[in-house]
Protein backbone atom coordinates (compact mmCIF):
# COMPACT_ATOMS: atom_id res chain seq x y z
CA UNK A 1 0.00 0.00 0.00
CA UNK A 2 1.12 3.70 -0.78
CA UNK A 3 1.06 5.64 2.35
CA UNK A 4 -0.09 9.08 1.59
CA UNK A 5 -1.72 11.97 3.46
CA UNK A 6 -4.46 10.08 6.34
CA UNK A 7 -8.19 10.73 5.63
CA UNK A 8 -10.27 10.52 9.00
CA UNK A 9 -13.89 10.38 9.71
CA UNK A 10 -14.39 12.95 12.30
CA UNK A 11 -17.79 12.54 12.65
CA UNK A 12 -17.95 11.70 16.27
CA UNK A 13 -14.55 13.46 16.76
CA UNK A 14 -14.43 12.22 20.47
CA UNK A 15 -14.57 8.99 20.31
CA UNK A 16 -11.13 6.98 20.74
CA UNK A 17 -10.86 5.83 17.74
CA UNK A 18 -11.22 9.18 15.96
CA UNK A 19 -8.63 11.19 18.63
CA UNK A 20 -6.22 7.61 18.09
CA UNK A 21 -5.99 8.32 14.55
CA UNK A 22 -5.52 12.22 14.81
CA UNK A 23 -2.74 11.94 17.23
CA UNK A 24 -0.81 9.58 14.58
CA UNK A 25 -1.54 12.23 11.51
CA UNK A 26 -0.27 15.04 13.51
CA UNK A 27 3.19 12.85 14.43
CA UNK A 28 3.67 11.24 10.82
CA UNK A 29 2.19 14.37 8.62
CA UNK A 30 1.25 17.31 10.25
CA UNK A 31 -1.92 17.03 7.81
CA UNK A 32 -4.80 14.83 7.26
CA UNK A 33 -7.98 14.90 5.53
CA UNK A 34 -11.71 14.94 7.08
CA UNK A 35 -14.56 13.58 6.46
CA UNK A 36 -17.66 13.88 8.10
CA UNK A 37 -16.68 17.30 9.20
CA UNK A 38 -20.39 18.71 9.19
CA UNK A 39 -19.48 21.35 6.56
CA UNK A 40 -22.85 21.95 4.32
CA UNK A 41 -21.64 21.28 0.77
CA UNK A 42 -24.13 23.53 -0.70
CA UNK A 43 -22.14 25.95 1.46
CA UNK A 44 -18.35 24.35 0.12
CA UNK A 45 -20.07 24.74 -3.58
CA UNK A 46 -20.90 28.50 -2.92
CA UNK A 47 -17.88 29.71 -1.62
CA UNK A 48 -15.73 28.08 -4.57
CA UNK A 49 -18.16 29.63 -6.89
CA UNK A 50 -18.18 32.97 -5.68
CA UNK A 51 -14.21 32.72 -5.12
CA UNK A 52 -14.74 31.74 -8.88
CA UNK A 53 -16.62 34.60 -9.65
CA UNK A 54 -14.64 37.00 -7.60
CA UNK A 55 -11.38 36.33 -9.20
CA UNK A 56 -13.05 36.27 -12.65
CA UNK A 57 -13.59 40.16 -13.13
CA UNK A 58 -11.18 42.00 -14.53
CA UNK A 59 -7.88 43.09 -13.02
CA UNK A 60 -8.83 46.97 -12.30
CA UNK A 61 -11.99 45.93 -10.46
CA UNK A 62 -9.58 43.62 -8.27
CA UNK A 63 -6.76 46.27 -7.66
CA UNK A 64 -9.78 48.43 -6.30
CA UNK A 65 -9.51 46.54 -3.84
CA UNK A 66 -6.19 45.99 -2.64
CA UNK A 67 -4.39 45.17 0.50
CA UNK A 68 -1.99 47.55 2.03
CA UNK A 69 0.29 47.90 4.93
CA UNK A 70 -2.21 49.24 7.12
CA UNK A 71 -4.95 47.08 6.40
CA UNK A 72 -4.05 43.62 4.99
CA UNK A 73 -8.00 42.51 4.17
CA UNK A 74 -8.46 42.54 0.58
CA UNK A 75 -7.41 41.40 -3.16
CA UNK A 76 -3.56 41.22 -3.64
CA UNK A 77 -1.25 39.51 -6.33
CA UNK A 78 2.05 40.02 -5.39
CA UNK A 79 2.53 37.31 -2.72
CA UNK A 80 5.87 36.52 -1.61
CA UNK A 81 6.71 33.06 0.05
CA UNK A 82 10.19 33.40 1.10
CA UNK A 83 11.05 36.24 -0.66
CA UNK A 84 10.25 34.44 -4.11
CA UNK A 85 7.06 35.92 -5.66
CA UNK A 86 4.39 33.23 -6.13
CA UNK A 87 2.16 32.67 -8.94
CA UNK A 88 -1.08 33.53 -7.57
CA UNK A 89 -3.91 36.11 -6.40
CA UNK A 90 -5.25 35.89 -3.38
CA UNK A 91 -7.83 37.86 -1.34
CA UNK A 92 -7.97 37.87 2.08
CA UNK A 93 -10.75 37.91 4.56
CA UNK A 94 -10.54 38.82 8.32
CA UNK A 95 -12.71 40.76 11.32
CA UNK A 96 -12.99 44.24 11.76
CA UNK A 97 -10.68 45.55 14.18
CA UNK A 98 -10.05 48.86 15.39
CA UNK A 99 -10.32 51.84 12.42
CA UNK A 100 -7.73 50.10 10.31
CA UNK A 101 -8.39 46.99 10.06
CA UNK A 102 -11.81 46.65 7.76
CA UNK A 103 -12.96 43.37 5.61
CA UNK A 104 -12.86 45.18 1.87
CA UNK A 105 -16.02 43.83 -0.11
CA UNK A 106 -15.75 43.63 -4.40
CA UNK A 107 -18.59 46.17 -5.95
CA UNK A 108 -22.08 45.73 -7.17
CA UNK A 109 -24.17 43.15 -7.85
CA UNK A 110 -21.30 40.67 -7.08
CA UNK A 111 -21.04 41.90 -3.66
CA UNK A 112 -24.24 41.12 -2.71
CA UNK A 113 -24.27 37.17 -2.91
CA UNK A 114 -20.08 37.19 -2.22
CA UNK A 115 -19.97 39.02 1.52
CA UNK A 116 -23.02 37.07 3.13
CA UNK A 117 -21.33 33.70 1.68
CA UNK A 118 -17.75 34.41 2.79
CA UNK A 119 -18.83 35.85 6.50
CA UNK A 120 -21.14 32.29 6.61
CA UNK A 121 -18.22 30.00 5.32
CA UNK A 122 -15.80 32.22 7.80
CA UNK A 123 -18.46 31.39 10.53
CA UNK A 124 -18.28 27.74 10.01
CA UNK A 125 -14.47 27.62 9.32
CA UNK A 126 -14.25 28.83 13.30
CA UNK A 127 -16.39 26.00 14.61
CA UNK A 128 -15.12 23.03 13.06
CA UNK A 129 -11.10 24.46 13.60
CA UNK A 130 -11.90 24.86 17.36
CA UNK A 131 -13.58 21.25 17.61
CA UNK A 132 -10.45 20.26 15.66
CA UNK A 133 -8.40 22.11 18.59
CA UNK A 134 -10.21 20.76 21.18
CA UNK A 135 -9.06 17.20 20.17
CA UNK A 136 -5.31 18.16 19.83
CA UNK A 137 -5.70 19.23 23.04
CA UNK A 138 -7.26 15.89 24.48
CA UNK A 139 -4.51 14.31 22.58
CA UNK A 140 -1.98 16.54 24.50
CA UNK A 141 -2.94 16.10 27.75
CA UNK A 142 -5.06 19.11 28.67
CA UNK A 143 -8.49 20.34 28.49
CA UNK A 144 -10.25 21.97 24.87
CA UNK A 145 -11.14 25.19 27.01
CA UNK A 146 -7.07 25.16 27.95
CA UNK A 147 -6.44 25.86 24.38
CA UNK A 148 -9.53 27.38 23.13
CA UNK A 149 -8.49 30.55 25.66
CA UNK A 150 -6.48 32.52 22.84
CA UNK A 151 -9.76 31.87 20.38
CA UNK A 152 -12.56 34.11 22.30
CA UNK A 153 -14.17 37.05 20.30
CA UNK A 154 -10.59 38.62 19.55
CA UNK A 155 -8.81 35.95 17.62
CA UNK A 156 -7.58 37.11 14.19
CA UNK A 157 -8.20 34.38 11.96
CA UNK A 158 -8.59 34.70 8.51
CA UNK A 159 -9.68 33.19 5.32
CA UNK A 160 -7.96 33.39 2.03
CA UNK A 161 -8.88 33.09 -1.68
CA UNK A 162 -6.02 31.42 -3.91
CA UNK A 163 -6.12 31.74 -7.05
CA UNK A 164 -3.49 29.69 -9.51
CA UNK A 165 -3.59 30.88 -12.73
CA UNK A 166 -2.75 28.05 -15.33
CA UNK A 167 0.97 27.79 -16.46
CA UNK A 168 1.48 28.55 -19.77
CA UNK A 169 3.89 25.54 -20.94
CA UNK A 170 7.02 27.54 -21.66
CA UNK A 171 6.35 30.61 -20.34
CA UNK A 172 10.41 30.14 -18.42
CA UNK A 173 11.87 27.46 -17.84
CA UNK A 174 12.40 27.62 -14.03
CA UNK A 175 8.59 27.50 -13.73
CA UNK A 176 7.85 29.20 -10.68
CA UNK A 177 5.72 27.75 -7.30
CA UNK A 178 1.97 28.89 -6.98
CA UNK A 179 2.87 29.41 -2.73
CA UNK A 180 6.75 28.17 -1.70
CA UNK A 181 7.26 25.52 0.68
CA UNK A 182 6.73 26.88 4.20
CA UNK A 183 4.50 26.30 7.49
CA UNK A 184 1.81 27.91 8.77
CA UNK A 185 2.42 30.10 11.05
CA UNK A 186 -1.03 29.91 13.55
CA UNK A 187 -2.87 26.77 14.95
CA UNK A 188 -4.14 25.29 12.44
CA UNK A 189 -5.12 25.41 8.69
CA UNK A 190 -8.24 24.13 7.45
CA UNK A 191 -8.18 24.06 3.36
CA UNK A 192 -11.00 23.67 0.67
CA UNK A 193 -9.55 22.70 -2.53
CA UNK A 194 -11.41 22.15 -6.00
CA UNK A 195 -10.37 19.09 -7.91
CA UNK A 196 -7.10 20.24 -9.62
CA UNK A 197 -3.91 18.79 -8.20
CA UNK A 198 -0.78 20.98 -6.57
CA UNK A 199 -1.04 21.13 -2.88
CA UNK A 200 2.33 19.27 -1.63
CA UNK A 201 3.69 18.11 1.87
CA UNK A 202 6.93 16.77 2.68
CA UNK A 203 7.66 14.03 4.72
CA UNK A 204 10.87 12.07 4.71
CA UNK A 205 12.89 14.18 2.13
CA UNK A 206 9.63 13.43 -0.44
CA UNK A 207 7.29 15.60 -1.51
CA UNK A 208 3.59 14.04 -1.45
CA UNK A 209 0.44 14.94 -3.22
CA UNK A 210 -2.58 15.84 -0.92
CA UNK A 211 -4.79 14.31 -2.97
CA UNK A 212 -8.01 16.44 -4.40
CA UNK A 213 -11.45 15.06 -2.95
CA UNK A 214 -14.56 16.10 -3.07
CA UNK A 215 -16.15 15.17 0.10
CA UNK A 216 -13.06 15.88 2.73
CA UNK A 217 -11.48 19.31 3.59
CA UNK A 218 -7.10 19.31 4.46
CA UNK A 219 -6.42 20.33 7.66
CA UNK A 220 -2.43 20.95 8.65
CA UNK A 221 -1.32 21.87 12.00
CA UNK A 222 0.61 25.04 12.31
CA UNK A 223 3.41 26.31 14.06
CA UNK A 224 1.64 27.05 17.48
CA UNK A 225 0.65 23.75 17.88
CA UNK A 226 4.18 22.21 17.18
CA UNK A 227 5.47 24.92 19.87
CA UNK A 228 2.87 23.42 22.30
CA UNK A 229 3.30 19.72 21.76
CA UNK A 230 7.27 20.65 22.18
CA UNK A 231 8.13 19.27 18.71
CA UNK A 232 5.65 15.63 19.33
CA UNK A 233 3.54 17.10 16.66
CA UNK A 234 5.33 19.19 13.15
CA UNK A 235 4.03 22.11 11.03
CA UNK A 236 4.74 20.46 7.99
CA UNK A 237 6.17 22.00 4.93
CA UNK A 238 4.00 22.29 2.15
CA UNK A 239 3.54 24.15 -1.32
CA UNK A 240 1.74 24.41 -4.12
CA UNK A 241 3.20 23.75 -7.85
CA UNK A 242 2.09 25.54 -10.60
CA UNK A 243 -0.12 23.52 -13.11
CA UNK A 244 -0.03 23.89 -16.31
CA UNK A 245 -3.71 22.10 -17.52
CA UNK A 246 -6.10 24.11 -15.66
CA UNK A 247 -6.59 26.71 -13.40
CA UNK A 248 -7.01 26.14 -9.60
CA UNK A 249 -8.55 27.53 -6.32
CA UNK A 250 -8.06 26.82 -2.72
CA UNK A 251 -9.39 28.44 0.02
CA UNK A 252 -7.65 27.83 3.60
CA UNK A 253 -9.11 29.44 6.58
CA UNK A 254 -6.39 30.35 9.12
CA UNK A 255 -6.79 29.45 12.71
CA UNK A 256 -5.55 32.37 14.91
CA UNK A 257 -4.98 33.51 18.67
CA UNK A 258 -5.97 36.78 20.00
CA UNK A 259 -3.30 39.30 19.32
CA UNK A 260 -2.01 39.32 23.07
CA UNK A 261 -1.84 35.31 23.40
CA UNK A 262 1.36 33.85 24.27
CA UNK A 263 2.11 30.48 23.41
CA UNK A 264 5.14 27.87 24.56
CA UNK A 265 5.42 23.79 25.21
CA UNK A 266 2.41 22.47 27.15
CA UNK A 267 3.26 21.45 30.77
CA UNK A 268 2.25 17.67 29.90
CA UNK A 269 4.70 17.91 26.73
CA UNK A 270 7.57 18.84 29.29
CA UNK A 271 9.76 16.32 31.62
CA UNK A 272 12.94 16.07 32.89
CA UNK A 273 14.11 14.02 29.95
CA UNK A 274 12.45 16.71 27.50
CA UNK A 275 12.75 20.06 28.28
CA UNK A 276 11.13 22.37 27.02
CA UNK A 277 12.44 23.31 23.31
CA UNK A 278 11.24 26.95 22.82
CA UNK A 279 10.99 29.87 25.38
CA UNK A 280 7.18 31.98 24.99
CA UNK A 281 6.46 33.49 21.65
CA UNK A 282 3.83 36.48 22.04
CA UNK A 283 1.49 35.87 18.72
CA UNK A 284 1.59 39.80 18.09
CA UNK A 285 5.27 40.61 18.04
CA UNK A 286 5.81 37.14 16.34
CA UNK A 287 3.46 38.48 13.29
CA UNK A 288 5.12 42.02 13.44
CA UNK A 289 8.57 40.37 12.60
CA UNK A 290 7.32 37.91 9.79
CA UNK A 291 5.16 40.86 8.45
CA UNK A 292 8.63 42.53 7.93
CA UNK A 293 9.77 40.08 6.02
CA UNK A 294 6.86 39.45 4.01
CA UNK A 295 7.08 43.05 2.63
CA UNK A 296 10.60 42.90 2.12
CA UNK A 297 12.66 41.73 -1.07
CA UNK A 298 15.60 40.14 0.46
CA UNK A 299 16.44 39.00 4.02
CA UNK A 300 15.22 36.05 5.56
CA UNK A 301 11.50 35.20 7.31
CA UNK A 302 11.20 35.17 11.24
CA UNK A 303 10.47 31.34 11.50
CA UNK A 304 9.76 29.77 14.88
CA UNK A 305 13.31 27.94 15.27
CA UNK A 306 14.50 31.85 16.32
CA UNK A 307 12.55 30.84 19.57
CA UNK A 308 14.18 27.43 19.82
CA UNK A 309 16.16 27.29 23.26
C1 LIG B 1 -1.35 28.61 2.04
C2 LIG B 1 -1.30 27.27 1.42
C3 LIG B 1 -2.27 25.66 -0.09
C4 LIG B 1 -3.18 25.61 -1.27
O1 LIG B 1 -2.05 29.49 1.47
O2 LIG B 1 -0.70 28.79 3.10
O3 LIG B 1 -0.49 26.48 1.84
O4 LIG B 1 -3.48 24.51 -1.70
N1 LIG B 1 -2.16 26.98 0.43
O5 LIG B 1 -3.58 26.67 -1.76
NI1 LIG C 1 0.17 27.06 3.82
Redesign the pocket.
Known sequence: MIENVPVIDIEELEHADSLAAIDRACREWGFFQVTGHGIDQQLLADVMAVSQQFFGQSSEEKRRILRDADNPWGYYDKELTKNRQDWKEIYDFGPADGDKLKPRWPAGPLRLRFEPVIRAYYASCKVLSMRLLSAIALNLGVSGEHLARGFDDAHTSFLRLNYYPKYPLGLRDDRPLG?GE???AGAL?LLLQDRQPGLEVRRDDRWYLVEPRADALVV?IGDIVQVWSNDRYRAAL?RVITNTAADRYSL?FFLNPSWETSYEPLPTTVTAHEPAHYRHIHWREFRALRAAGDYADIGEEVQISHYRQ
Open positions: VHTDTNHP
